[in-house]
């Protein structure tokens, strides 16, 4: 059993808090990406994980092992960084049998492991290049094959990709999925602030903030119920709009009022004072000609995403992003616009978790 267990854990550095009370557990053989922006302190959480670090508080569990006081070397995780960190002057060979050496492993076990290793990432044919030899991808598996070869019970990835161009990046997401997951089965703890990687490869995503643990949850969890505005915004692209107003019951009806607009919304709500609405920029109706309940907007400019473009719309001092209808063409100034009913969110304003 390889599951990884943080109980209350907190580190701090001095006076910065990198990671505060986190409570997580990445079950036996599940791929859990931890995603958040730069400094939200998943790295640290992977490096007390892997024993590079010792929590504050809090315990680390691994299996039904208590790490706490374990020796990274005795932890059975393997670690993979952004650099791969290969030894520069060990032939690839050399890199991947490195490890068993340093276990002990008899000479001709080892030949056998790096071999099986080798074949099983396709880079047999590499084994007596120097890794400077090698392209990105290729150093990638050297450092992937040099941490499977001890058959670690959990393997822990911090930004794996983020030194491969865009192409070998897409094509090693897959590759890494699949080995992880389908073929070995192992616990995986990945780490990164690329939401694309994080909702193609994870079982569950835990998405941090400032230290904090904001949501966990699977893919389509974090992305359909945002637990609360900043999962909402990080997650989605571009970023979900928010704009601050109450709901008022009226006749029935309940109503978004934002004051420039109103927006009747599907569900029944109390009336409450101080509330955000949230709604992606892909779940707007916009259109050229004035229209019933849209709301009039300048375009301040039309930004191309692939095939999609969206359209920025001043708004208060704040800027509405939609995506406009293919038909529309890029000649527009003007355009009318309205969140789909069925597709808002209500968060409330002073907490901005979601209530609705
Ligand atoms: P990034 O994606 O930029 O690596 P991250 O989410 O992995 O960011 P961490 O590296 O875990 O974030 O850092 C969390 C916080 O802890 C940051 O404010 C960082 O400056 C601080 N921190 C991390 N390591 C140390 C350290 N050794 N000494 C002091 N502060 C540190």
Redesign the pocket.
């Given at each position: 059993m390889a599951r990884v267990l943080l109980k209350n854990v907190t580190k701090k550095?001095?006076n910065?808090i990198?990671?505060s009370r986190l409570n997580l557990e990445i079950k036996d053989g599940e791929f859990m990406v931890l995603l958040?922006?730069?400094?939200?302190?998943?790295?640290?959480?992977l490096?007390m994980i892997a024993g590079l670090?010792t929590p504050t508080e809090g315990e680390i569990w691994i299996g039904d092992q208590l790490v706490n006081e374990i020796d990274p070397t005795k932890r059975n995780t393997a670690m993979v960084f952004q650099s791969y960190a290969l030894y520069p002057h060990m032939t690839v060979f050399g890199n991947i049998e490195f490890p068993l050496r340093m276990a002990g492993v008899p000479k001709q076990e080892r030949a056998k492991k790096v071999k099986e290793v080798a074949e099983f990432l396709g880079i047999s044919e590499l084994l007596n290049r120097k890794p400077s030899e090698l392209s990105g991808g290729q150093q990638q598996r050297v450092a992937l094959a040099r941490a499977l070869v001890r058959e670690p019970e959990v393997f822990l990835l911090?930004?794996p990709l983020s030194n491969l161009d865009a192409k070998i990046r897409t094509q090693m997401r897959f590759e890494l999925k699949k080995l992880l997951s389908y073929d070995l089965g192992i616990t995986t703890i990945y780490?990164t602030?690329d939401q694309v990687e994080a909702m193609t490869m994870a079982d569950r995503i835990a998405v941090?903030n400032k230290?904090v643990l904001q949501q966990v949850g699977t893919p389509n969890e974090i992305f359909y119920k945002p637990a609360n505005t900043f999962v909402g915004t990080f997650v989605g692209s571009p970023p979900m709009n928010l704009i601050e107003g109450e709901i008022i019951v009226k006749d029935n009806k309940t109503l978004f009022n934002a004051g420039e607009f109103l927006l009747e919304l599907p569900m029944e709500m109390e009336a409450r004072e101080k509330v955000i609405l949230g709604f992606r920029p892909q779940h707007v109706e916009v259109s050229k000609d004035a229209k019933e309940g849209f709301v009039k907007g300048k375009l301040l400019g039309i930004e191309k995403l692939g095939v999609e473009s969206y359209g920025h719309i001043p708004y208060g001092n704040l800027e509405i992003v939609v995506q406009l209808p293919e038909s529309m063409g890029t000649s527009v100034k003007e355009v009318y616009w309205k969140p789909r009913a069925d597709r808002i969110y209500i968060f409330d304003a002073k907490t901005r978790e979601l209530i609705y």
């Open positions: 550095f001095g910065v990198a990671v958040g922006p730069s400094g939200c302190g998943k790295s640290t959480t490096r670090e911090d930004e780490v602030h941090m230290g």
